[in-house]
């Protein structure tokens, strides 16, 4: 508890989020076992915290979080805890209305364009104020008005408002990981003056990208008639300076990189190449959460023209999706499970050889790091087809694994890391001749070409790590 003595002295650390760093989940055996979440949030603010000292305050959504710590507080780590995770228990009326409905079928789709699939139901926005309202009352149990306060994301938009008219003098920053959308699309949510108001209450309120930046600061002019300096990325509002700046997030570059160097993620590289290269084979690796903004379908209708514009690849190039279901209880994704397998089994059964080569394999299923970090190792080529995407950490993940300097990176030119991913080569998922075209020149790169560009995004993930973006955001709002 060193580290949360020091910090009662002065300023601690409180983080929000929807989800949280830790949750208790029951093993096949029936034991419970308290395992940290993935995500790039969770990697780059526990260790924050544990050296800090202060708060972590999330939804408490393990299934036996409440058997475990019914108070809702669980030091971490347990046995020597070095800060307090603060568990908000939701009713399941709170997570159909807060979270499905209003987070994930209004908020996600609209700022993914994902028109057609957007819907806001005034129950559901009465779910998500009172939902926002109380993790404010955590925040102001579990702080003091010296501390500083970073909430997270499209689920807690409200926040940084509902807490600036509690306790003005709080330093709060809020960070927004998913694109802002423009200004004609924000208009199709009839709270978009309170989804705005909410964030201005932060000091400083990070996007992913400048052009996420600029977005915003068009939609504060247009919708609240206030200035807003493109230039600066000052908002001038109630008498105060709301700093919006871009924070692009990354990954634990030496975790990845230490994990596609381990003894058994090397050998498991190994042995995938040596199965491909004894059959002649090209290794693509497509990496996603099960969701219709990362381009999936697209990706298999671009593989399906692949073939038909380049029938020398048949029976040589191979794509392994790794599909991790996500948000089962939204009825988009339950039914995106299925087109995918479709799509899937349809590019199969037209190129396929019968009783050997399948040109996509398909796993529903998340693999850890160590798995990933071989795939990632072993692939000649690595896809990422998002139609829309804050930032993609994959496609990050994917060069820093590249130890050997074997693979090429497809990156679409949606995707938030192409801003910085510039020796990737672009694809733009909705145009599937020119993804088959790009597809066959990246298959066809020499490898001094390919070392020499995964070389320098590599160096650049060195200096820009997850560690450094919270750092950046902590010196910006502190």
């Avoid at 399906?304 to 089962?328: E, K, W």
Wanted: aromatic fraction near 8%.
């Amino acid at each position: 508890m060193a580290a949360q003595a020091d910090a009662a002295e002065g300023s601690r650390l409180v983080v929000v989020t929807n989800r949280e760093p830790y949750l208790h989940r029951a093993t096949k055996a029936g034991h419970t076992v308290l395992r940290r979440t993935p995500g790039g949030v969770v990697t780059a603010l526990d260790p924050v915290l544990r050296l800090r000292g202060g708060t972590w305050i999330a939804w408490g959504s393990g299934e036996r979080d409440w058997e475990e710590a019914p108070s809702g507080q669980l030091g971490i780590p347990p046995r020597d805890p070095e800060y307090v995770l603060q568990r908000i228990r939701l009713s399941p009326e709170e997570v159909e209305g807060y979270y499905v409905e209003y987070a994930n079928r209004g908020l996600w789709p609209l700022c993914h364009l994902a028109v057609e699939r957007v819907r806001f139901y005034r129950h559901a926005w009465t779910a998500y104020r009172r939902v926002n309202r109380r993790f404010v009352e955590a925040i102001l149990n579990g702080s003091r008005p010296e501390d500083t306060v970073w909430s997270h994301d499209y689920h807690l938009a409200l926040v940084p408002g509902l807490l600036r008219d509690r306790r003005p003098t709080q330093r709060i920053a809020h960070f927004w990981h998913i694109p802002w959308p423009p200004a004609t699309l924000l208009r199709l949510c009839p709270n978009r003056l309170d989804i705005l108001t909410g964030l201005l209450g932060a000091d400083v309120l990070g996007f992913q990208t400048e052009d996420d930046c600029r977005r915003f600061t068009d939609c504060v002019r247009q919708f609240l008639d206030i200035p807003a300096d493109d230039a600066t990325g000052i908002v001038q509002y109630q008498g105060r300076e709301v700093r919006v700046e871009s924070f692009p997030i990354s990954i634990d570059t030496s975790l990845v990189e230490a994990a596609a160097e381990a003894p058994s993620a090397a050998r498991l590289a190994r042995a995938i190449r040596r199965r491909l290269e004894r059959n002649h084979r090209i290794l693509g690796v497509a990496v996603d959460r099960l969701d219709y903004s990362k381009g999936i379908l697209p990706r298999l209708e671009a593989l399906d023209l692949f073939f038909q514009r380049h029938p020398h690849r048949r029976d040589q190039v191979m794509l392994l999706q790794v599909v991790a279901p996500s948000r089962g209880s939204v009825p988009d994704y339950a039914r995106l499970k299925g087109e995918v397998e479709r799509a899937a089994a349809q590019v199969n059964r037209r190129w396929g050889v019968e009783g050997g080569w399948q040109p996509v394999v398909t796993l529903l299923q998340p693999l850890d790091l160590r798995r990933l970090a071989a795939l990632y190792r072993a692939a000649d080529f690595f896809v990422v087809s998002s139609l829309v995407d804050g930032m993609n950490l994959v496609a990050k993940e994917f060069v820093a694994a590249q130890v050997d300097g074997r693979g090429v990176l497809l990156l679409s030119e949606l995707a938030g890391a192409m801003a910085e991913l510039d020796q990737a080569f672009p694809i733009n998922p909705l145009d599937p001749e020119g993804f088959a075209d790009t597809l066959e020149m990246a298959i066809r790169v020499p490898p001094d070409e390919r070392r020499a560009r995964i070389a320098t995004m590599r160096a650049h993930l060195q200096l820009h790590t997850v560690q450094e973006w919270a750092e950046n955001v902590l010196a910006a709002v502190e």
